[in-house]
């Protein structure tokens, strides 16, 4: 319990707790909420890393709630941008749905190598950085369906390439780190 | 570029914060663009030094994943300097 509780699991599981705030700006239509919740998730999940090192507390727990965190805010800030008419049906769902197999490819993973870790690539990092900058576009109102669907495009490519390294990394590497 | 980039208003967002964000974005590119451009020439540099028979394979998937991630990054990242500057030069 004491390696589930500490500073930087609870510094992370605030990005979750601010999530009804998000659904709540775009109920009330205030847009500057939602960014300011969206930049604070944003700058909570590059601090919580380092703050993990600082404390020596870098968990196995901790790794999978900022995952968890990540997956978190993309869905609730995407489906409120939906719902309230910030943003298109159309892409919205689409994006949606390239993230369960995004994640469907991360179990895959977890399958394979018999050992609970996060599968990451170079480019799904950068996948993820842009994303949270067009959920800020999202509330923004700026290029909105155009972001989402240039979003949806290098989605596609991403996965398809770590599909490929997700099946084809030597698996024996893994199991011995 | 006003009709790749189709500005939809869904809650009309004002033009002053519009422009602000634009700006934004053109100082994000101005650092991160030549950030992954040098990332992107080294590691190709370093891919081209590999020798399979003595370095492990590990870091050769490692190296060619990197190279990808950049170029995807300054793919994504030439998207958001044209959209910043058809709302910076209109």
């Not at chain 1, 999202?138 to 996965?159: E, M, N, P």
């Not at chain 2, 650092?31 to 870091?59: C, E, G, Y």
């Amino acid at each position: 319990m004491a390696s589930i509780l500490n500073i930087a699991n609870v510094f992370t599981g605030t990005r979750i707790a601010v999530l009804p705030l998000i659904f709540y700006a775009g109920y009330k239509d205030i847009p500057m909420l939602g960014v300011t919740i969206i930049a604070y998730s944003g700058i909570v999940d590059s601090l919580d890393g380092i703050v993990a090192r600082k404390f020596n507390c870098a968990t196995k727990f901790g790794e999978m709630l900022d995952a968890i965190s990540d997956a978190s805010m993309f869905v609730v800030a995407l489906l409120t941008a939906m719902i309230f008419g910030y943003a298109g049906i159309a892409p919205s769902i689409t994006l949606l749905a390239l993230g369960v197999v995004n994640a469907g490819g991360r179990i895959i993973f977890i399958k394979r190598t018999g050992v609970i870790t996060n599968f990451r690539s170079y480019a799904s990092e950068v996948l993820g950085g842009v994303t949270f900058w067009v959920l800020v576009c999202t509330f923004l109102d700026y290029y909105i369906d155009t972001a989402l669907w240039l979003l949806c495009l290098f989605s596609v490519i991403i996965i398809i390439h770590d599909y490929w390294r997700i099946l084809t990394y030597p698996i024996e590497e893994v199991a011995s780190e | 570029m006003n009709n790749l980039f189709v500005l939809h208003s869904y809650h009309g967002m004002s033009d002053g914060k519009t422009m602000l964000f634009s700006v934004l974005l053109i100082i994000i590119f101005s650092i991160f663009f030549p950030l992954f451009t040098w990332r992107f020439i080294r590691d190709i540099k370093n891919l081209k030094l590999f020798n399979s028979s003595v370095d492990d394979i590990r870091k050769k998937i490692d190296l060619q994943d990197r190279v990808f991630g950049w170029f995807v990054a300054m793919s994504m990242l030439s998207f958001v300097l044209v959209a910043a500057l058809s709302v910076v030069i209109k």
